[in-house]
């Protein structure tokens, strides 16, 4: 893959950080919504946002921060960690919402009723971002890309060079397949159901 021309790399540093700064702001102002008010706390539509809204905060400010860790850095490494903590999780609380709307406006149960098998909803992405999010951490997979400087799943540390540096590629790609794009298309596939239903 072809380098960016410095043009193109000036949007890649601007774009995802406007974004991220304005995803930030509004994941932020929902949880504080949420918080501030007793009532809202023990509602199922509001745990669910407040769930998706951390995730969302934590997935946008990984974006905000994008490539500006260096290289091969602690902080580098906790911005692809962060990425992988809240991802995936955030759109399997978006299915959450989504089967909230079906299971409230569909199947009309009652607010007690989802609230006793919404902790599945909650409870089963961070757990899965934990796992998603550790297991690659702990094998040393959170590296940043070659091309772009950003830190995620790749299998080569920047300034790696030889047959001793370049891992198994495959399994770089199998789990990346199976713990995250999967999720993500099944949460996805849920969340279209779910909808189509309301």
């Known amino acids: 893959m072809e380098a960016f021309t410095d043009q193109q790399q000036l949007v890649l540093d601007i774009i995802p950080r406007i974004t991220g700064m304005m995803s930030m702001l509004g994941s932020s102002f929902v949880m504080y919504q949420v918080l501030k008010n007793p009532q809202k706390r023990t509602m199922a539509y509001h745990l669910q946002m407040l769930a998706l809204s951390c995730a969302d905060f934590l997935f946008s400010f990984s974006w905000f921060i994008y490539n500006w860790p260096a290289p091969d850095s602690g902080w ?9 903590l809240g991802g995936t999780p955030e759109a399997m609380f978006n299915a ?37 999010s550790i297991l690659p951490l702990a094998q040393g997979m959170i590296n940043p890309d070659p091309v772009d ?50």
Not at 76 to 84: D, P, R, S
Not at 182 to 197: D, T
Request: charged share 10%; hydrophobic share 50%.
């Open 76 to 84: 580098c490494t906790a911005n692809g960690f962060i990425m992988l």
């Open 96 to 132: 959450g919402v989504c089967v909230y709307y079906m299971f409230f406006i569909y199947f009309r149960w009652s607010e007690e009723k989802i609230l006793r098998y919404q902790r599945v909803f909650i409870i089963f992405p961070i757990i899965w971002g934990l796992i998603i």
């Open 149 to 198: 400087g950003a830190c995620w799943l790749h299998p080569t540390p920047a300034g790696c060079s030889g047959s001793e540096c370049t891992p198994d590629e495959h399994y770089y790609h199998l789990y990346r397949f199976v713990f995250v794009l999967i999720p993500l298309w099944i949460s996805f596939g849920v969340a279209g159901i779910s909808m189509s239903f309301v």
